[in-house]
């Protein structure tokens, strides 16, 4: 097989502005939309229109090799989350949601002890904030270094732009990340935007802000630094884990590489932090435990599964999922980010919930090997919010079960003809 002749530094700068150039206008029609809502069918056309931009060029991306790239990759990222930063968040509330938890906190009350709609937090409710806390009967679900950032951003900037503004600076530093892991890893970013400029994730985390980079920043440094700084690597996994508790997934992937120091520090902080979150968050109308047992959208897998061995069974499976492939790659040696990323696929695809944001966990770490299937059910998940239209439903839309078969099935499809084309080359 031929190697693929790379192009010259000007050659492969000037490719990848304009396919930088195609996405930054994409963005800038989808920022110039009057309602993102009233108008999904032309914000869906155009998330899609920037996401075959980003399919053609991960064939070029191979052939790319300029200097200054994980500056340039940054810069676009910025550019195109810019575009979007100043509308207030349409297709989904739960930005709503940590505005009220960072309020409430600033406020000297712990955010676990009451539910929006207590009357002991009567003093805390105003006209724009409130009313749009979503499950306001349910205490927060959210775990305690997600909380503090909630905190913080409040302290910084009050109300929704300070909130987006934390979420992005959080997402630009993981682009940041992913870059330079790309280039110390095969001596080129340009992978990395598979994830940096993939336009869900600037929809759902400029345009939306939704928490996921705060959690996915320091599991990128936990395995940026497993290797060369394990104690700072421990205490990156310990914070990703106690803002969202997926990253739990990748303890045994990180743990072959950690001194003895770094898995003990690993291990009491997130032991300690997660103890105390379980406690403080359990119990009645419990956010995290209505989340656990009950809630359900955009699964396909687990339907199936809940449907054979019954709901609580389907539940306990898909939760195993991730740590057992982790566990099961661990020991057979494999590659930290290759078997992260086959773990956290599969516990997405098991789970009995996938917003289109999770889709983040997959995803983040696509700059190992872009992949156009994965790219595919990123672009398909956007009909989540409706199928080219505002549901009537509006915020109580799910995805009818044939419209999941296309979102799921052709993504398989696509990625079972390259595997043949492949196996046949």
């Excluded at 994730?201 to 996921?212: C, W």
């Excluded at 992937?253 to 997130?270: F, P």
């Excluded at 406690?279 to 435990?289: D, K, N, T």
């Excluded at 492939?325 to 661990?330: D, G, M, S, T």
């Amino acid at each position: 097989m031929t190697r693929t002749a790379t192009l010259s530094p000007g050659r492969s700068l000037a490719e990848s502005v304009a396919v930088a150039s195609v996405l930054l206008a994409c963005f800038v029609a989808v920022a110039s939309l009057r309602s993102w809502t009233a108008q999904l069918g032309a914000l869906q056309m155009l998330a899609w229109a920037g996401c075959a931009v980003l399919a053609a060029a991960y064939a070029r991306l191979p052939r790319w090799h300029a200097r200054r790239d994980v500056a340039t990759i940054v810069a676009v990222a910025a550019l195109l989350r810019l575009t979007v930063l100043h509308r207030p968040p349409e297709l989904s509330d739960d930005l709503w949601r940590y505005v009220w938890d960072g309020r409430v906190t600033l406020a000297g009350v712990n955010p676990y002890a009451h539910a929006p709609a207590d009357t002991a937090l009567a003093a805390l409710r105003d006209g724009v904030v409130h009313p749009r806390v979503n499950h306001p009967s349910l205490r927060t679900i959210y775990p305690p270094v997600a909380e503090a950032g909630f905190a913080l951003s409040q302290r910084l900037s009050a109300g929704w732009p300070g909130m987006k503004a934390w979420i992005v600076l959080n997402d630009l530093a993981l682009v940041w990340a992913l870059a330079t892991g790309c280039r110390r890893r095969g001596g080129s970013a340009w992978p990395a935007i598979a994830y940096a400029w993939n336009p869900l994730f600037v929809i759902e985390y400029a345009g939306s802000g939704h928490l996921e980079p705060v959690a996915l920043l320091p599991l990128a440094l936990a395995i940026l630094w497993n290797e060369s700084r394990p104690k700072l690597s421990a205490a990156c996994f310990a914070a990703a884990v106690l803002a969202k508790l997926l990253p739990l997934a990748a303890l045994p992937l990180l743990w072959r590489k950690w001194n003895a120091a770094a898995r003990a520090i690993a291990v009491a902080v997130s032991a300690a932090g997660l103890a105390w979150f379980v406690r403080e968050a359990g119990g009645p109308s419990s956010g995290l435990e209505a989340y656990a047992r009950t809630w359900r959208n955009n699964a396909l897998a687990f339907e199936a599964l809940a449907r054979a061995l019954g709901d609580p069974a389907a539940r306990a499976i898909a939760t195993a999922v991730p740590f057992a492939v982790a566990a099961w790659l661990a020991w057979r040696g494999a590659e930290t980010l290759r078997a992260l990323r086959a773990s956290l696929r599969a516990g997405l695809l098991a789970a009995p919930v996938l917003h289109p944001w999770y889709l983040g966990w997959a995803l983040a770490w696509d700059p190992v090997a872009p992949s156009l299937p994965w790219l595919l059910l990123c672009a398909l998940s956007l009909l989540n919010y409706g199928v080219l239209a505002p549901p009537v439903e509006g915020g109580n839309f799910h995805l009818p079960l044939a419209w999941r078969c296309l979102e799921y099935g052709a993504p398989a499809l696509l990625a079972l003809a390259l595997y043949a084309r492949r196996k046949s080359a």
